[in-house]
């Protein structure tokens, strides 16, 4: 049984910073053979993608969270990160972590991540 668990998220006025984390779990889960990546979703909204990170540390954003977000991972601790700056209003929304690994994949259960204005 694989799990993610996100944590990190909550409430923070525009212009602040959160650190998203993502442990992964799982007796035959094999952590650094997955992309690794954060999804967002905002009421009304489809879930979109924020920022991925492949199984070699190559990362690829989303235009609008380019320069002001970063992803990493830890490979050693099985923990994807995703240090968030400079937040806007329009960055609210539950954020969930993902792997993927084309065959399968895997979802957490996402954090709240709140931008007040």
């Known amino acids: 049984q694989v799990q993610l668990v996100e944590s990190g998220g909550g409430l923070v006025q525009a212009g602040g910073s959160l650190r998203l984390s993502c442990a992964a779990s799982g007796s035959s889960f094999m952590f650094r053979l997955y992309a690794m990546g954060w999804f967002r979703q905002a009421p009304g909204h489809q879930r979109e993608l924020v920022a991925k990170?492949?199984?070699?540390?190559?990362?690829d954003y989303a235009d609008s969270v380019k320069g002001r977000f970063t992803i990493s991972r830890d490979n050693a601790k099985n923990t994807v990160y995703l240090q968030m700056n400079i937040l806007k209003p329009e960055d609210t929304a539950v954020y969930y972590c993902?792997?993927?690994?084309?065959?399968?994949?895997?979802w957490g259960q996402g954090t709240q991540v709140t931008v007040s204005s």
């Open positions: 990170i492949t199984a070699g540390g190559s990362a």
């Open positions: 993902n792997a993927d690994r084309g065959i399968r994949d895997y």
